[in-house]
């Protein structure tokens, strides 16, 4: 039976672990978990995970101990759980900027961990997690931190130092592709056309496109070229959107979240 901990049960920590409970690997899994607020932790019971009155509790607990709490509290959550952590305890940190090495710093110098860029839709079972194994940690236990990722969507393994690079691709994301539907959204209703028509059109068009992305073969050049009739609606849509240098603008978007995650590590 594997044991799994959580320091905090907000919206990150819940979904994992409600992806994890909803999965096979429940039955073979003891969930535990710590967080100061009492309401969040209450509604971990129909889960069947334990609450723990600290975070020291949690380490006792449970092998794997996921950190899922903001970047700017990872000093007093270590500190708190430091004399807890063994050469056997594995740590995943699911914060932007924190490293392997800081980690070690506050704890002891071997310690096993687990970096994880995940993103929101893990709420809704559809998340996609990029992941680094950083040594002394196991294969093994990295298979199974990342089966408890796949439980909550898709998984990917990333070297440790591209983590904070891949934070514009699928950690921030969601919230750029927000943006963009916001900006179409708003054109319908400037058109006279209600967001109870205009959003679900709009997202069943993200989905659609998501698919054949990633499942009809072609690539992204190719399915430019199927919607783009020449002389049509497309094309002169896609001029305007060339005209404002789209791409470059989406490109100055990625560095400025991995220079903020650099910044969020030192």
């Known amino acids: 039976m594997a044991t799994v901990g959580f320091i905090g049960a907000g919206n990150m920590g819940f979904a994992i672990m409600k992806g994890i409970a909803g999965s096979a690997l429940a039955k073979e899994t003891q969930l535990f978990a710590f967080d100061p607020d009492s309401a969040k932790t209450a509604r971990l019971a129909e ?7 600290s975070g020291a509790e949690v380490l006792k607990a449970a092998k794997y101990v996921f950190l899922a709490v903001k970047p700017q509290m990872f000093d007093d959550v270590l500190a708190q759980i430091a004399e807890g952590v063994t050469e056997d305890t594995v740590i ?20 096993k961990v687990i970096l994880v860029m995940p993103n929101t839709p893990l709420l809704l079972g559809v998340g996609a997690s990029a992941l680094a194994k950083c040594e002394p940690t196991s294969d093994e236990e990295f298979a199974t931190v990342r089966g408890y990722f796949d439980a909550c969507g898709i998984s990917a393994a990333l070297p440790a130092d591209k983590m904070k690079e891949i934070i514009a691709i699928n950690g921030s994301s969601p919230a750029f592709i927000y943006l963009f539907a916001k900006a179409f959204v708003d054109y319908a209703a400037k058109e006279g056309i209600a967001q109870e028509i205009s959003l679900p059109l709009f997202a069943q068009s993200l989905i659609g496109s998501a698919k054949m992305l990633t499942d009809s073969g072609y690539s992204i050049e190719e399915l ?20 404002g240098d789209l791409e470059q603008t989406v490109d100055k ?10 910044e969020l590590s030192k």
């Open 92 to 111: 995943v940190s699911i914060a932007a900027g924190i490293t392997a090495e800081y980690i070690r710093s506050k704890t002891i110098p071997n310690a």
């Open 253 to 262: 978007c990625c560095e400025a979240c991995t220079k903020r995650a650099y």
């Open 224 to 243: 430019i070229k199927m919607v783009s009739s020449p002389g049509g609606t497309t094309l002169a849509g896609l001029d305007e959107l060339y005209k």
């Open 47 to 53: 889960l069947g995970v334990k609450a723990c009155a």
